[in-house]
T-cell receptor, first 110, second 114 residues
Framework: GQNIDQPTEMTATEGAIVQINCTYQ??????LFWYQQHAGEAPTFLSY????GLEEKGRFSSFLSRSKGYSYLLLKELQMKDSASYLC???????????FGRGTSLIVHP | SAVISQKPSRDICQRGTSLTIQCQVD?????MFWYRQQPGQSLTLIAT?????????ESGFVIDKFPISRPNLTFSTLTVSNMSPEDSSIYLC???????????FGPGTRLTVL
């Protein structure tokens, strides 16, 4: 999506913490989604933020700042299986249907 | 959560032919969507499949190329018509929960057009 920006690729070490940032522009904010997509598989839902702040769900947390048009996905205690593409998605223009960013390919190495 | 399936899972087709992809959800859902994911790219929404009315297409997608059916609240089809190699992509169906705060995807159909 042209209004959603996230890094193309990141690498991290097993056991470490990684933060994947996403900036967006939209009118009529209706929440922000994070999805995980392993190669050759469909995206799976990770989180949905509609209010500012941090939402924690196990090893994954997602943060939102609506005033800054900014979100991040925080992955703790990285495992090899976390190697995947992470997609930030925002409904734009007042819609409820998410527009997807290009995704961040995360590579976790030993 | 509901289970969503698609078929075929993959196909290889000749230029100029058409392929219909089926999407089945095991419970009734209001909103169903069709996305395309071209190699190395993110997901692009093709259209929203509305039950009982014509689909709503996004900019750049037209009904003649991607006709959609939605005969009931558990099923939809997407046809890729008059295919060209540029249509080679993964096609995914999806549905939202009632409050739109979660979206589920089918396993995708990997289409290769020769």
């Amino acid at each position: 999506g042209q209004n959603i920006d996230q890094p193309t690729e990141m690498t991290a070490t097993e056991g470490a913490i990684v933060q994947i940032n996403c900036t967006y522009q939209t009118s009529g904010f209706n929440g922000l989604f994070w999805y995980q997509q392993h190669a050759g598989e469909a995206p799976t839902f990770l989180s949905y933020n509609v209010l500012d702040g941090l939402e924690e769900k196990g090893r994954f947390s997602s943060f939102l700042s609506r005033s800054k048009g900014y979100s991040y996905l925080l992955l703790k205690e990285l495992q090899m299986k976390d190697s995947a593409s992470y997609l930030c998605a925002v409904p734009t223009g007042g819609s409820y249907i998410p527009t997807f960013g290009r995704g961040t390919s995360l590579i976790v190495h030993p | 959560s509901a289970v969503i399936s698609q078929k075929p899972s993959r196909d290889i087709c000749q230029r100029g032919t058409s392929l219909t992809i089926q999407c089945q959800v095991d419970s009734q859902v209001t909103m169903m969507f069709w996305y395309r994911q071209q190699p190395g790219q993110s997901l692009t929404l093709i259209a929203t499949a509305n039950q009982g009315s014509e689909a709503t297409y996004e900019s750049g997608f037209v009904i003649d190329k991607f006709p959609i059916s939605r005969p009931n609240l558990t099923f939809s089809t997407l046809t890729v018509s008059n295919m060209s190699p540029e249509d080679s992509s993964i096609y995914l169906c999806s549905f939202s929960g009632e409050s739109y705060n979660e979206q589920f995807f089918g396993p995708g159909t990997r289409l290769t057009v020769l």
